[in-house]
C-alpha cells in the first residue's frame, strides 16, 4: 500500500471516530427523551383543547354570518343555498313549502298514492319543485306556491286503469291492444 492511500484510510477512520464520538456526546448531554414525548393523557388534553378552540371560533362565524344574513334587506335568490352548519340552520329558507306540505298536496291529487321516500327539491322546468314519488309515478308540486306542476302518476293510472304494471313503462302506441 502506497502513503497516499494509508493516509486516505487514516483520515477516514479518524472523522467516522469524530463523527460517533460527537453523537455520542450529544446524546448524553441531552435530557431524557422520554420527557420530550407527550403521553396518551396529554395528547388527549391537547385534542380536547384544540377542539375546544375550534368549536368558539366556528360559533363565533357563524354569529357572524347569522348577523350579516339578517342585515340584508334583500331576500337570498330561491336557489342560492346559505352554509350549512352543524348547530345552525339557514335563516332564509330555499322553499316556502316544507316536504311534509308537499306530501299532503300530492295525496291530495292521489288519495290512494303510496309515497317511495321523503319528497325531495329539484329543479322541474326552471321551477323550485318537490318531487313526489308514489309507486304509480311521480308529481310534481311548486315548492312556493303549492301548485302542481305535472302530475305523471294520474297519466300512468289512465294508461293502466286495472293497476297492473305495464311491461314497458309508458307506451302509448299500444293503449287498448292485448299483450301477449
Known amino acids: 500500500m502506497n502513503q497516499k492511500t494509508a493516509f486516505s484510510i487514516a483520515a477516514a477512520l479518524t472523522a467516522f471516530v469524530l463523527v460517533i464520538g460527537g453523537a455520542i456526546a450529544g446524546r448524553m448531554t441531552q435530557p431524557a427523551a422520554a420527557s420530550a414525548t407527550p403521553t396518551t393523557a396529554e395528547m388527549q388534553a391537547l385534542l ?9 371560533r366556528l360559533n363565533e362565524a357563524n354569529q357572524a354570518l347569522a348577523a350579516a344574513y339578517a342585515a340584508q334587506s334583500a331576500p337570498a335568490p330561491v336557489l342560492a343555498a346559505a352554509p350549512a352548519f352543524a348547530d345552525q340552520q339557514p335563516t332564509a329558507p330555499l322553499a316556502a313549502l316544507t316536504p311534509q306540505d308537499a306530501l299532503n298536496m300530492a295525496l291530495a291529487v292521489m288519495p290512494n298514492g303510496v309515497s317511495l321516500r ?11 319543485a318537490y318531487e313526489v314519488s308514489f309507486s304509480q309515478g311521480l308529481v310534481y308540486i311548486d315548492a312556493n306556491t303549492g301548485s302542481l306542476l305535472y302530475n305523471g302518476a294520474a297519466q300512468t293510472t289512465a294508461q293502466n286503469p286495472g293497476g297492473f304494471e305495464q311491461e314497458h313503462g309508458h307506451d302509448d302506441d299500444h293503449e287498448g291492444q292485448d299483450h301477449d
Not at 48 to 56: C, L, V
Not at 118 to 128: I, N, R
Open 48 to 56: 380536547t383543547q384544540r377542539e375546544a378552540e375550534y368549536q368558539a
Open 118 to 128: 321523503t319528497p325531495e327539491l329539484v329543479d322541474f322546468q326552471g321551477a323550485l
